[in-house]
């Protein structure tokens, strides 16, 4: 069953990822020895290495990239600083210490983040919360300042990388975009509009956005979910909105209010827009659109789509209900990347 996700990764998958190819490239002497045998059924030996290849059939090409470049980021740190260190005749840990001048988290700070962040806390009180907020937030203010001096390190040494990510060519021809047609970065978003996941990470997708303009070029395809009633006619509506050049401002009005998209309602939604209400009725009584709804439901199942959001960033896959920064990370690594081919920068969205 497809179901809408809020992160693209099980905590289990990462942990039995880790483990395989900890197994495979040899963490440790008994790993290494992939003949060991693990466990045994009657007279039937199970070797770790059977193991092993197991493991890694349930991992997707993006996870195990993932977990390569996380760990060849903290390869190429873990360098750096010993580097660094070393020059200044202490130890990482001293020199990081050094190096860190982390603002004191007061009780003022923490009563700041809360009041701007009710709405995740529910019905807990600041006095409730407070005690384990205080040191949550000091802990993620030394973190940003120990990031920057990493980044500092990184900043002042040539450091390539040369681990490609894999890329999938999505099929996006004529469907709805916004930013200009030549950007260097195409990010192709499969979307359900009754999805919870793809509204909040709308927020995400606005700032990149803004922060990138025509350097971005959004994409929205269709993949309504069959666990959602109404998934299939908001799609429908939706392309119906974009007949009358209303796409884009019909997608943010169903996403602004997910509670009002049965029919009658993506109807009054038309209206509220000044749609042609007699034009657009015809469209969605007959599901006029159906038939290209489904086949970008194809397509995103042919690239392995399994729920919602799901986003291709120069072919890159990004999954689930993501922070900004993710999608940065992908769009500033495409950025610096001006060797790679235009195809290939592109692949994302074939035009």
């Not at 070393?86 to 007061?106: C, D, F, G, M, N």
């Not at 995400?204 to 269709?222: F, H, P, Q, T």
Request: include cysteine.
């Amino acid at each position: 069953m497809q179901l809408s996700r809020p992160a693209p990764i099980a905590a289990i998958v990462i942990a039995a990822a880790i483990f395989a190819l900890t197994s495979a490239f040899g963490g440790n002497a008994r790993a290494a020895n992939s003949d060991t045998v693990v466990a045994t059924v009657g007279s039937h030996r199970i070797t770790q290495q059977e193991m092993d290849a197991k493991l890694l059939q349930s991992i997707s090409p993006t996870q195990l990239y993932d977990l390569r470049k996380n760990a060849l980021d903290t390869m190429i740190n873990d360098y750096l600083l010993e580097q660094a260190a070393t020059r200044a005749h202490l130890t990482p840990e001293q020199y990081i210490k050094s190096q860190v001048h982390s603002k004191k988290i007061t009780e003022a700070d923490a009563r700041k983040f809360y009041n701007e962040n009710k709405a995740r806390f529910g019905t807990t009180t600041f006095d409730q919360i407070k005690q384990r907020l205080i040191p949550a937030l000091q802990q993620r203010e030394d973190s940003q300042q120990e990031d920057r001096v990493i980044a500092n390190l990184r900043a002042g040494q040539n450091v390539k990388i040369a681990l490609e990510a894999p890329r999938a060519a999505v099929v996006s021809t004529g469907h709805p975009s916004l930013g200009a047609k030549d950007a260097p970065i195409t990010m192709v978003e499969f979307g359900d509009f009754q999805c919870p996941f793809c509204r909040a990470s709308e927020k995400s997708v606005n700032e990149v956005r803004a922060k990138y303009g025509n350097k971005l070029r959004i994409v929205y395809m269709d993949f309504p979910l069959g666990i959602h009633e109404h998934a299939m006619d908001a799609a429908n509506a939706a392309r119906c909105a974009g007949e009358q050049d209303k796409f884009w401002q019909y997608h943010d009005a169903m996403f602004a209010d997910q509670s009002k998209l049965a029919p009658a309602d993506l109807k009054a939604s038309a209206a509220k827009l000044g749609l042609d209400k007699k034009k657009f009725d015809a469209c969605l009584d007959k599901a006029k659109y159906q038939p290209q709804i489904q086949q970008d439901m194809a397509e995103a199942t042919k690239l392995g789509v399994s729920g919602t959001p799901t986003f291709f960033i120069n072919g890159r896959e990004l999954s689930g209900a993501q922070p900004a920064r993710k999608f940065e990370d992908i769009i500033d690594d495409e950025m610096a990347r001006a060797d790679h081919p235009a195809a290939q920068r592109q692949a994302s969205a074939k035009q």
